[in-house]
C-alpha cells in the first residue's frame, strides 16, 4: 500500500494494472508510476445516489470471477448512471453500466471500430436512435444517445476523471438483450460489447445494504 501525498491517507491497489486511483479522504486524483505517486489534480465529490454496489462488490459470470476496483459517475441534461469497473480473475478488465436499477455488463470489443457506422462515429459523425448495426449476425438498435459529463470517481480507473470531462456516449440493444456501447471522447472512441441483466443473473457478492432493500434471492 502507498499513501496519498496531499492528506497522507493509506491508497490500496485494487489492480496493479490501473494507473490513476482516487484518494477517498482527500479527493485528489493521482497517478501512480511504479513507486512513485503524483497527484494530478482534484475530482468532485460524488453525488449521492442509491446503489447497491460498492468497491469490493464480486460477481460470477459463466465461471469467472469479477471484482469492483473503480467507479465513475456520469451525468447527462436528464439524470445520471454509474459505470463500474471490474477486474477479473483473467486480468481483463470489464465494465458494469448502471442506471435506474438496470445493468449492462461489457468487454472491449476494438474490432467492432471497423464497423461502417462505428467508424463514422469515431470519426465525428453523428448517430441517432433508431440506427442499427450488425455484431456478430446480431442487428442492434440505437435506444440512448447522450452528452456526457463526468461528476466524480472512486477507486481505481484506466483514465482522468477531473470535472470537466465530456463524452458521447450511444447505446445499442438486441433482440435478446445484447448490448453495446459506442464512447467518443478526447481519448479516441471505444466499443464495448455485453449484455443487459438483472443483478441477480450475476451471482452479486460483497452488496452495500439499504434499507428497506431485500439483497437478490442468488445470496440466500
Known sequence: MTNCPSCGA?????????????CAQCQSLLLREGLTVEQIGKVAVLPFDVSPIQLGTT?????????VVGRVRWGW?????NEW???GDDGAHRWLGE??????????RADLLDLPLALGFAEGGKIVIGDEIVVDGVTLRAVDCKE???LGSEGDLPFVTLPGR????????GPHAEALSLQRDERGTSAWLG????LAGLAPGNLRAIEGWAFPEVLR
Not at 460470477?60 to 471484482?67: A, K, M
Not at 435506474?100 to 461489457?106: D, N, Q
Open 10 to 22: 493509506g491508497l490500496p491497489v485494487r489492480s496493479a494494472a490501473l494507473p490513476y486511483t482516487t
Open 59 to 67: 460477481l460470477l459470470v459463466e465461471g469467472l470471477h469479477l471484482t
Open 77 to 81: 441534461d436528464d439524470g445520471s448512471w
Open 85 to 87: 469497473l471490474l477486474h
Open 99 to 108: 442506471a435506474m436499477g438496470a445493468f449492462m455488463l461489457s468487454t472491449d
Open 148 to 150: 456526457a459529463r463526468c
Open 166 to 173: 465530456a463524452m458521447t456516449s450511444i447505446d445499442f440493444r
Open 195 to 198: 449484455y443487459y441483466s438483472e
